[in-house]
């Protein structure tokens, strides 16, 4: 489903425009633009081509978000361009990371968010627009500390509401406006 071929693009500048143009400008995350804006968020693109691999860069990345201040890094996006593009075995591997984070002790301090270019939820059709929500250039993994969840959460008054806005932005944007947002400009 992904609308360019992302083989002649850098994955992380256009993560960049992805994050630019879809999370911030459509406004899907309200917790992104801050860490965005500040330099704050580590990109990481992982040249792993077995689910092993995937674990050992995931389990780097988890070590170093503990080791680093928020104030220097407050999150990670671990891009995949070359594994996982099978959505349902990109699905099963989701708990292999999450068993990671549990077997790391860090459940309460870290949040893995998933992001697929064919991300479905359960019980929507495949062509659902609210699908976009989670819908990315590459798989990728977003490892969240909950400190900043929870500082974010504290801040934003509309917070519950984040779900439905979404819902909403993603049905009136419809399938060719969102095409068209993710084309490189």
């Not at 500048?13 to 801050?34: D, M």
């Not at 594994?83 to 099963?92: A, I, P, V």
């Not at 790391?104 to 976009?132: C, V």
């Amino acid at each position: 489903m992904n609308p360019i071929d992302t083989n002649s693009i850098d994955p992380v500048a256009h993560t960049r425009h992805w994050l630019e143009s879809c999370v911030i400008g459509l406004n899907l995350c309200p917790f992104a633009k801050a860490p965005y804006a500040k330099n704050k968020i580590r990109f990481v693109v992982s040249a792993a081509i077995d689910e092993e691999s995937l674990l050992k860069t995931i389990d780097e990345e988890l070590t170093l978000l503990e080791n680093t201040p928020m104030d220097d890094i407050e999150t990670t996006l671990i891009i995949y361009p070359e594994m996982l593009q099978d959505f349902f075995d990109y699905n099963e591997f989701l708990s292999s990371a999450e068993a990671l984070l549990t077997e790391r002790d860090l459940d309460g301090e870290i949040q893995i968010a998933s992001f697929h270019p064919d991300y479905q939820f359960s019980g929507t059709r495949k062509d659902d627009p609210t699908n976009n929500t989670n819908r990315s250039p590459y798989p990728m993994l977003h490892l969240l500390r909950e400190d900043s969840i929870d500082r974010a959460l504290e801040s934003d008054q509309d917070a519950d509401q984040i779900i439905e806005r979404n819902t909403q932005t993603m049905r009136e944007l419809g399938q060719a406006g969102w095409t068209e947002l993710m084309k490189r400009r």
